[in-house]
């Protein structure tokens, strides 16, 4: 069932048209700069988005400008993730086609990331997601007391029951995808 869905909403995703998904990262981008838990956070983790998702670079750019510390995900096998301090000199493909820290990347302790972005294909009311498969942030989410924040498109919208194991994200900033 998850699978199928994600399937479907990553096409979906895929086949926005390029001026509404423009249209719809900036509005997306700058209700999340609006949000207090944005303009309260000293370090925010986000991540480097592929071009079917939000794109996170204006938020990026946003963040550094407002003096803020940034990172992004390192991923290794079994699921393990930590957040790297933001660097695009340090960026290299991952064997999943993504950009990811390389090692020489400063590790930030979860105690310290006020806010993380959440990633993500499907989001049900609740906050509930289904990302891309390997539980990476669920896992990550499990111990972290900070906020939680995702921008979706209103096409990521489904009901699906989620898994024992899954952490709702706090807020989801949905943008009405009109097509």
Not at 77 to 97: A, C, N, S, W
């Amino acid at each position: 069932m998850k699978k199928i869905l994600r399937n479907k909403t990553i096409a979906a995703m895929k086949e926005l048209p390029q001026s509404v998904k423009a249209e719809a990262d900036s509005q997306l981008t700058q209700r999340f700069t609006q949000l207090s838990a944005f303009q309260e956070a000293k370090t925010l983790a986000t991540y480097l988005s592929m071009g079917h998702e939000f794109s996170t670079a204006s938020l990026i750019q946003a963040a550094l400008q407002d003096g803020k510390r940034v990172c992004v995900p390192r991923t290794y096998p079994q699921g393990r993730m930590e957040f790297v301090e933001y660097d695009p000199d340090i960026l290299e493909k991952t064997r999943f086609g993504l950009l990811e820290p390389n090692e020489q990347g400063k590790v930030v302790d979860k105690s310290e990331i006020d806010l993380i972005h959440v990633p993500g294909v499907v989001f049900q009311s609740e906050g509930y997601r289904i990302g891309y498969g390997a539980g990476y942030y669920d896992r990550y989410l499990a111990d972290y007391s900070g906020k939680t924040v995702s921008t979706i498109y209103s096409i990521q919208e489904r009901e699906f029951q989620p898994d024992s194991f899954d952490i709702a994200v706090q807020e989801v900033l949905v943008y009405e995808t009109h097509l």
